[in-house]
């Protein structure tokens, strides 16, 4: 049964049980103790919030009073002056407007007797005198009986402000028991507005981030009167979609101030918030909530800075333990290690060295039958390494043969196959490509019309230019070539210059129609080449062109037909006389590949190339 469980390395068995000793404590510790200060943040804030929203519903109530008894003292006024006549007097609308201009919160006074004209004085800049009609006219309507009437905060469109309308009756007449006339005000919300407001103007969205309580105040319907962002109490939006302003509607006519934790949904995830709630009654018929909503865990960041500190104290304490283990597992593992060295060494193919295991016991004989085994596994590589090469000349000569057979059913571009894979090893080495790359490149340039074997000798060989429909024919031979070479597994590297040829970097190649970066390298450099010899040697249809006149023609397809970066290459290598019509100057490492001289890929190579194969699709 332990024969079956995978092998565990003993420096892992001794540096996981130090890290387990020493860690575990001490996290649970640390979690322990920052979920202790979380519970008792989280109480903190909440009462924080809690009496935040009664002192806020305190001033208002303060602030609804002291204009109730600006306007109540009025209408006593009248009352002992016997009636409103007084205002007939000379100068007393002047009075009465420097009354409301002295007042910064006062923004219309209207006395407005039952019989008689009203008087009206208002702030211009403030509100209009259509709004303040408005409003007294609705005041008015809501005075049936005796006692004074508050309007919740209403907006004043012209001064997009809010403000309350407040009115007290003067009552009089023989029996002292008659409303004789009214006196309505309009007093602007804006000092309360002010009060929830942040010193530097921010939206609920970064005060939630923040970790601020985002302070506002709702009338009786659940919409926003006063709030932070000034756009959402002008809209009078409604706030009922939230937890905390159901439960105020709920309960608040009844509740002074409570705590209401609600979860609310931001951005599509639910997050937990913090929320308090207060009333604030201006007036029996018009209460006010006031509103705090907090995100709890922006609010409780110190506990999440007591977590990463802890974490940085558990890498610190891990560290440090690591580092005693390794000292202490490296003189414990070091015959092991020496074995699995070697082992790795035979595994990159390094056969030169042997390993050296002093000790009596049985890892000494281990050592020494490891050192044997080498011996013996150098002598199989070798002979393998040997059939490999003979292996490889046969699928060159092969190659070479196949391609040699393509161009040979038309006599007119014998040699091309061979010519298209020099032009494409120049451009290569220009590109500075890695010789692994450059060896695949020269395979696919050798094959990239293999696929015209399966074309029709009638259209390959066909003197003139071909139909429509005969091109259409012509054109499936990179399927063609596909077909036929990927069902060998070792032509998988090969494929994309065979299949791809045909693609222009606008889309507009076939067979698979790909563009720009989809295209791979190998297919773009194969393409350049193909047109450059197709351009230069002569067709019974036309005469091979110049060297200059076919670049400057290649050029003018950059972006659409040809990669720049290609091109240039191919452009560069003419110039310096390394490419020529019809002919190709190789460097020595390129007429090696050309002529099969065997390569022998670098272990580590091998393995990047393996990882890296292009995919055809």
């Excluded at 005796?146 to 309007?151: A, E, S």
């Excluded at 003419?574 to 272990?603: D, F, H, N």
Aim: aromatic share 6%; hydrophobic share 45%.
């Amino acid at each position: 049964m332990l024969e079956k469980l995978p092998r565990i390395r003993l420096l892992y068995i001794v540096l996981g049980t130090l890290l387990f000793v020493g860690l575990f404590p001490l996290g649970m510790a640390g979690w322990m103790l920052s979920g202790r200060s979380a519970t008792e943040l989280r109480q903190i804030e909440g009462r924080y919030q809690a009496q935040l929203v009664q002192d806020k519903a305190r001033q208002i109530e303060l602030y609804g009073q002291r204009y109730r008894e600006v306007v109540t003292g009025l209408a006593r006024a009248f009352e002992l002056t016997g009636g409103v006549g007084v205002l007939g007097l000379t100068g007393s609308d002047e009075r009465l407007q420097k009354m409301v201009e002295g007042d910064r919160n006062l923004d219309a006074l209207a006395i407005m007797p039952v019989t008689g004209s009203p008087h009206i004085a208002y702030k211009p800049d403030a509100v209009t005198r259509d709004e303040v009609n408005a409003r007294v006219n609705l005041a008015l309507a809501d005075m049936a009986e005796p006692g004074v009437r508050i309007r919740g905060p209403q907006l004043i469109r012209s001064s997009q402000e809010m403000a309350l309308t407040i009115a007290a009756p003067v009552m009089g007449g023989e029996t002292g028991g008659e409303v004789i006339a009214a006196v309505v005000a309009v007093v602007s919300f804006q000092e309360v507005f002010a009060s929830v407001q942040q010193p530097v103007p921010m939206s609920e969205r970064e005060l939630l981030e923040r970790g601020m309580p985002v302070i506002f105040v709702v009338n009786s319907d659940g919409r926003a009167v006063a709030h932070p962002d000034a756009r959402v109490a002008y809209a009078e939006r409604s706030m009922m979609d939230l937890k905390v302003v159901q439960d105020w509607s709920a309960t608040g006519r009844q509740v002074k101030g409570a705590l209401a934790p609600f979860n609310a949904e931001r951005d599509g995830v639910e997050v937990k918030m913090l929320g308090a709630y207060a009333t604030a009654r201006l007036d029996a018929a018009a209460p006010l909530g006031v509103i705090a909503i907090q995100d709890e865990h922006a609010a409780l960041q110190s506990v999440a800075e007591m977590r990463r500190q802890t974490l940085y104290i558990s890498l610190l304490a891990a560290s440090f333990a690591l580092f005693i283990g390794f000292l202490f597992a490296k003189q414990l593992t070091h015959p092991v290690r020496e074995l699995a060295a070697g082992a790795h060494r035979i595994a990159g193919g390094d056969f030169s060295r042997r390993i050296s295991v002093r000790s009596r016991t049985e890892l000494g004989d281990l050592g020494k039958s490891f050192n044997l085994m080498t011996d013996q596994l150098q002598h199989y590589i070798e002979d393998l390494q040997r059939a490999a090469e003979e292996n490889r000349q046969l699928f060159i000569g092969t190659v070479k043969a196949l391609a040699a057979a393509i161009d040979g059913k038309d006599p007119y571009t014998r040699g091309h196959s061979e010519r298209v894979a020099r032009f494409s090893l120049a451009i290569a080495e220009r590109l500075e490509l890695p010789e692994a790359e450059i060896e695949k490149l020269r395979i696919s340039a050798l094959l990239h019309d293999v696929g015209k074997i399966a074309i029709e000798d009638s259209i390959l060989k066909k003197p003139a230019a071909l139909t429509d429909e005969e091109y259409e024919i012509m054109k499936g031979h990179p399927q063609k070539g596909y077909k036929i070479m990927s069902q060998i597994p070792a032509m998988q590297d090969f494929l994309p210059g065979m299949y791809m040829h045909h693609e222009m970097m606008d889309g507009r190649g076939y067979p698979q129609g790909l563009k720009g970066d989809q295209i791979p390298m190998q297919a773009r450099i194969v393409s350049v080449a193909d047109t450059f010899d197709a351009m230069t040697t002569d067709r019974p249809y036309q005469k091979g062109m110049s060297l200059e006149d076919a670049l400057e023609r290649i050029k003018t397809f950059v972006g659409t037909r040809y990669d720049g970066v290609v091109v240039q290459a191919l452009v560069e290598a003419c110039q310096a006389g390394q490419i020529a019509a019809g002919r190709v100057k190789l460097s020595a490492r390129a007429k090696e590949l050309m002529a099969g001289t065997s390569y022998t890929k670098p272990a580590a190579l091998a393995t990047r190339d393996k990882g890296t194969a292009t995919a055809v699709g």
